[in-house]
Nanobody
Framework: QVLLVESGGGLVQPGGSLRLSCVTS????????MGWFRQNPGKEREFVAG????????EYADSVKGRFTISRDNTENTVWLQMIGLKAEDTAAYFC???????????????????WGQGTQVTVSS
């Protein structure tokens, strides 16, 4: 069983920055493609960013390209989401996810992920 714990969410003004962290345990971290998703009440979970198990390949939703950066450290079992230039529409609960894979690629669909964290709330408001 893989456990994912997110942290780093909070309230930030438009244009501000936050760095989300996701620490994993219970598995072999470098066997997992990792992703960040977000969700608002009554809406589907939305892909934000993904990173391959090696960290060499990343993918981003068009809405966050140029503002968000996903990264990982396989020695620390941690994946981060650096967010800058935050907008009100970035407000959501953010979830970390892990997908067991032998393919060095990030995944974009929630159905491709095996494990999920509990989420951390990001609120962008003045």
């Amino acid at each position: 069983q893989v456990l994912l714990v997110e942290s780093g969410g909070g309230l930030v003004q438009p244009g501000g920055s936050l760095r989300l962290s996701c620490v994993t345990s219970g598995g072999t971290f470098n066997e997992y493609s990792m992703g960040w998703f977000r969700q608002n009440p009554g809406k589907e979970r939305e892909f934000v960013a993904g990173i391959s198990w090696s960290g060499d390949v990343t993918e981003y939703a068009d809405s966050v390209k140029g503002r968000f950066t996903i990264s990982r450290d396989n020695t620390e079992n941690t994946v981060w989401l650096q967010m800058i230039g935050l907008k009100a529409e970035d407000t959501a609960a953010y979830f970390c996810a892990a997908s067991f894979t032998t393919v060095n690629t990030p995944y974009l669909r929630a159905s491709q992920y095996d494990y999920w964290g509990q989420g951390t709330q990001v609120t962008v408001s003045s």
